[in-house]
């Protein structure tokens, strides 16, 4: 399943509930293209999907950046969001594209590593350098934020894709 970001944007119409009223129980694997980090709306319909998708095996998403003032609104909106009731039981491989270590992305990685008891792969793909060139973040700096967050999987393997070498 592939969901484009303009496609979120139409679940968050009315309103974006915690989780939806169906279980997505048969859902397995998850694709999401253009996804914005920085759209308040945008991670407030991922968690809820995450909520509602109990046997959630795959999470593949390619990163879109917008702009730095929205990214600081939604890393806020990530501090108060209440995260006792997602479980990710069923995730193991999680693949995340064309990020440029904002602070909304590394939480986002916080949480998948907290809440994914049996995570064995999580990929990182770092966004080409001219997209990227403001942080000036290497490959030991992401690897070394991302080895302090709490793993409940202690099979989690972190797998950094430089985008110079891909």
């Given amino acids: ?24 129980i048969h859902l397995k694997v998850v694709k999401l293209e253009y996804l914005c980090f920085e759209e308040v ?18 999470l593949e998403i390619l990163v879109y950046k917008v702009d730095e003032y929205a990214e600081g609104q939604a890393s806020n909106f990530l501090d108060v969001q209440e995260y006792s009731q997602l479980t990710l039981n069923q995730l193991r491989q999680v693949k995340l594209q064309n990020i440029s270590v904002t602070r909304s992305e590394m939480e986002i990685i916080k949480l998948l590593l907290k809440k994914s008891s049996i995570l064995e792969k999580m990929l990182i793909k770092q966004a080409p350098m001219k997209e990227n060139i403001k942080n000036k973040v290497t490959e030991i700096g992401i690897l070394k934020q991302v080895t302090r967050f709490h793993r409940s999987s202690p099979r989690a393997a972190v797998i950094y894709e430089d985008p110079i070498i891909s």
């Fill in 1 to 24: 399943m592939g969901v484009y970001c303009f496609a979120l944007k139409s679940l968050d119409a009315g309103g974006i509930p915690a989780k939806i009223t169906t279980t997505l």
């Fill in 41 to 58: 709306n945008e991670i407030a319909v991922l968690l809820c999907l995450l909520r509602s998708s109990p046997n959630l095996e795959e």
